[in-house]
């Protein structure tokens, strides 16, 4: 079992910037995710284990960086845009990044407008 405590959240305008902060209890493969009213929920980047892999939706590139501090995972957000307001969730599995998530958080709301 993996708890987490998300945090970082809050509105912002166009163009700003937020990062997201994930402890979990145990040290996994971590992604973020993000779910917009009435859509699916979507990958949005995910770090290895030990940090030594990452990756990221195309949506995302060169505007977020995703990184960790043993069980910390942080998710900086730049130059934010309308279309990213979403619930940003955190997950877990002990296999990789590109694994089913096995452990969920709560999530954080991001609302990006002007």
């Known amino acids: 079992q993996v708890q987490f405590a998300e945090s970082g959240g809050g509105v912002v305008q166009p163009g700003g910037s937020l990062t997201l902060s994930c402890a979990a209890s145990r040290r996994f493969a971590v992604t973020w995710h993000r779910q917009a009213p009435g859509k699916g929920r979507e990958f949005v980047a995910g770090?290895?284990?030990?940090?030594?892999i990452t990756d990221y939706a195309n949506s995302v590139k060169g505007r977020f960086a995703i990184s960790r501090d043993a069980n910390m995972v942080y998710l900086q957000m730049h130059d934010l845009e309308p279309e990213d307001t979403a619930v940003y969730l955190c997950g877990a599995s002990p296999l990789s990044i590109w694994a089913p998530v096995d452990y969920w958080g709560q999530g954080t709301q991001v609302t990006v407008s002007s």
């Open positions: 770090i290895a284990t030990h940090g030594q």
